[in-house]
């Protein structure tokens, strides 16, 4: 089956540090590729997608690029800021295996801290 | 602004009792889903629908049951026979299952004591 995992965490950066979230994935299809992140006591938010092998999601200054060789999807961002404190998940969504939908499979979440 | 409502924020149960998460989407979304989340875990899915009077199980769907009367709305009860229901509960939607970008709502935490 469908699997995502994410590099354990909590992560404690302080401002302007570059940020590295590692994400990889085990898919019986071709997945798409997700980056959610959820602020405290807020749903997930989508931060930003690719749908294919070599796409490159960005948003907000994250980016994270779909690497199917190394069945990757690692976050990343150059600088950042105590607002970016929050849980980020991986996700892929897969028709394969027989679903109906493309259903999403949520990695276990990695909690990020920035301090000033 | 369209989008999820989730009500109310925080519940408390005894132990014993059903209770009914509501959710509520002006998205015009065909398709809503509902998920749970508990510390350290990703989200799991419970329930999905494709359209009104339509909904499937997901991966833990034992001691939880929905209904889909109107498109906007999707409410979640969290029966008794739900061994461990004290978690964060989303409701989601997207456009149709077809879709893959789904739109979360606040999120119910709810506690059973």
């Known amino acids: 089956g469908n699997s995502v995992t994410q590099m354990e965490g909590p992560v404690t950066l302080s401002e302007e540090a570059f940020l590295t979230i590692n994400c990889t994935y085990t898919?019986?299809?071709?997945?798409?590729l997700f980056w959610y992140v959820q602020y405290p006591g807020e749903g997930l938010q989508l931060l930003l997608k690719a749908t294919k092998a070599d796409d490159k999601g960005s948003n907000k200054g994250f980016e994270a690029t779909y690497r199917k060789e190394t069945t990757s999807f690692h976050l990343e961002k150059g600088s950042v800021q105590v607002s970016d404190s929050a849980v980020y998940f991986c996700?892929?969504?897969?028709?394969?295996?027989?679903?109906?939908?493309?259903?999403?499979?949520f990695g276990q979440g990695t909690i990020l801290t920035v301090h000033p | 602004d369209g989008g999820i409502t989730q009500s109310p924020k925080y519940l408390f149960r005894k132990e014993g009792q059903n209770v009914t998460l509501s959710c509520e989407q002006n998205?015009?979304?065909?398709?809503m889903y509902w998920y749970r989340q508990d510390p350290g875990q990703g989200l799991r899915l419970i329930y999905y629908?494709?359209?009104?009077?339509?909904?499937q199980k997901g991966d833990i769907a034992e001691g939880y049951s929905v209904s889909r009367e109107k498109k906007e709305s999707f409410p979640l009860t969290v029966t008794s026979a739900q061994k461990n229901p004290t978690a964060f509960y989303l409701c989601?939607?997207?456009?149709?299952?077809?879709?893959?970008?789904?739109?979360f709502g606040p999120g119910t935490r709810l506690t059973v004591t």
């Open positions: 998205l015009n979304h065909d398709a």
């Open positions: 629908s494709q359209i009104v009077n339509d909904f």
């Open positions: 898919a019986t299809g071709y997945p798409s």
């Open positions: 989601a939607s997207s456009t149709d299952l077809l879709s893959y970008e789904q739109y």
């Open positions: 996700a892929l969504s897969d028709y394969a295996g027989g679903t109906s939908y493309g259903k999403l499979t």
